[in-house]
């Protein structure tokens, strides 16, 4: 089972899925964990870094040029990704496929999902990632939904605490992140590829909690479910 989590800077992503994986390792479910982008080992990823602080020329302005760079990163590791799925590991995703989409759709200006139709570069994003590339599509997102006030206090925030760090150009672009997170919010109500979950983190941690052990219910439910299936004997 893939699970992709997905939110914009700042969001908590690594601090939900760094909870989802603790309480499934708790209940002995096998877990396979990788974050995007893999800044210190893709040399795709390190080039849109390079982009992202000013060290590639105008690349950083073409949207589709950073998001095939982005994509490209999935690529390297879409196999081993469905190896582990097929070894019965949930796979959590620290952002997929649907980040590419939602910040490119922002960028352009785009309306992520509009009538239920992907915009231009959403579906140019779903072409090229799911269907050139072959990369996975998660069985289930989950937009880890923050107010935009929260996501930019915690993006300085962590530009404070890492000061050798900064802000990139994505994370100093107040209106993009806001954009972002209508797109994303847009991805999920129309079920972008697969079942979403909206995660509220607005700063309750108590209800984040619950919100995850439910999660975790559903994922451990979903796991003997796909166990018990493939016991079934070959009536062939």
């Keep these: 089972m893939i699970i992709a989590f997905e939110g914009i800077d700042g969001a908590g992503k690594n601090t939900v ?56 990163d999935r690529a390297e590791v879409a196999a081993e990704l469905t190896g582990f799925d097929e070894d019965g590991y949930v796979v959590l995703l620290d952002r997929w496929v649907a980040s590419n989409a939602a910040y490119s759709a922002a960028r352009l200006s785009q309306d992520a999902s509009a ?60 209106g993009l992140q806001a954009r972002t997170l209508a797109a994303y919010r847009a991805l999920a109500d129309a079920r972008w590829n697969s079942p979403w979950l909206v995660l509220d983190n607005s700063g309750d941690r108590s209800a984040l909690d619950a919100q995850l052990v439910e999660l975790a219910d559903a994922v451990a439910d979903t796991v003997a479910a796909e166990a018990a299936e493939a016991e079934v004997p070959d009536e062939d």
């Design 115 to 174: 009538g239920g139709e992907s915009s231009e570069v959403v579906a140019w994003v779903d072409d090229l990632e799911f269907t050139q590339l072959g990369i996975p599509v998660p069985d289930l997102q989950v937009l880890v939904n923050v107010p935009d006030s929260v996501t930019a206090g915690r993006v300085a925030a962590r530009a404070e605490e890492d000061a050798g760090r900064g802000v990139d150009a994505y994370e100093a672009d107040g």
């Design 17 to 72: 899925v760094t909870a989802l994986e603790a309480e499934l390792i708790a209940r002995e479910i096998p877990v396979a964990r990788l974050a995007f982008p893999r800044y210190e080992t893709s040399v795709h990823a390190q080039l849109a870094s390079a982009a992202l602080h000013g060290g590639m020329g105008d690349l950083v302005d073409s949207a589709y040029g950073m998001a095939t760079l982005f994509a490209l």
